[in-house]
Structures are given as structure tokens and as C-alpha cells.
């Protein structure tokens, strides 16, 4: 086998679907000045696992400890990144569950991007019932949402 220099310039997200009591766990968040909606996760750092990964960045934004469930879904389109050019999004939605939803912090209004500063995170619970793949503001995250839709 060769080896190569050539470096491919990839975004690997780790997201979770938390759901309890038929609503779903969706975050509301304010970065290089784009509000954006999206399922509660971020990004692969070097060196970690998914698993770790996501469960890192629920303690880090939610504030509670994850049980990591199967894989749900890697999505079947390409997804360039929206703040870097030449840079694939590749996005890893997982199963999770929690016994501390009490200890999230969720928000009852929802925001305009004129009332957010940048990194202002606010989390909501959406009832599946009610679940719209264009509530969310990336591909991947409406693919996912219209797939928990079907179920």
C-alpha cells in the first residue's frame, strides 16, 4: 500500500437523539453569527472515539451523563460545510438516554437571531408529533428528523 500527503478535509459531527416522553431533545444555538437548530452533539476531536465524543459534549452542554444506545443514521447525501470551504460535513446521529432530564435546562420560547449573541445555546423539547425535518437548519439533521418522523 502507498502512502499519501494528501489530506481530505473532513467535519466528523457526533449527534444524540434523546427522546422522553415523546418529545425530542433539539438545541438552539448562536455561532459565527448564524442562529441555528440542531439535535444536541458536535464535533469528533482528534484522538476520540464517537462515543466518547458525544459523550463529552453532552456533559459539556447539557450537563449530564449519557448512555450511548446504536447507531441511527449516517446520512446518504454530501454535506459541505457551511463556515469552511472545502470541508465535508460527515454527521453520526446515536441512539441516547439519560435518568437526568431533569438537569437539563430548557428553554420555553424559542429566539430570533437579533435577541442571541454568538455561543448562546438554549435546549427545547419538540413532541415527535409535531416534528418538522425544516425546524432544523442543517441537511443531516433534517434528514435524521424525517426518518424519527416515519417511526
Known sequence: MQKTDRLYPFSIRI???LIHDNKLLVTEEKWFGMRMIKLPGGGLEY???PVEALKREFMEECGVEIVVGKLLHTPKQF???????????????????????EHIAVSKLWHS???????DLFFHWVN???L???LFSFPGD???AALLKCE
Open 47 to 49: 484522538g476520540e472515539a
Open 128 to 130: 415527535l408529533s409535531e
Open 132 to 134: 418538522k425535518p425544516d
Open 142 to 144: 433534517m434528514e435524521m
Open 15 to 17: 449527534y444524540g437523539i
Open 79 to 101: 454535506i459541505p460545510a457551511i463556515f469552511y470551504n472545502q470541508v465535508q460535513v460527515v454527521p453520526i446521529y446515536y441512539q441516547v438516554e439519560t435518568s437526568q432530564t
Open 113 to 119: 437571531e437579533a435577541e442571541m449573541k454568538n455561543a
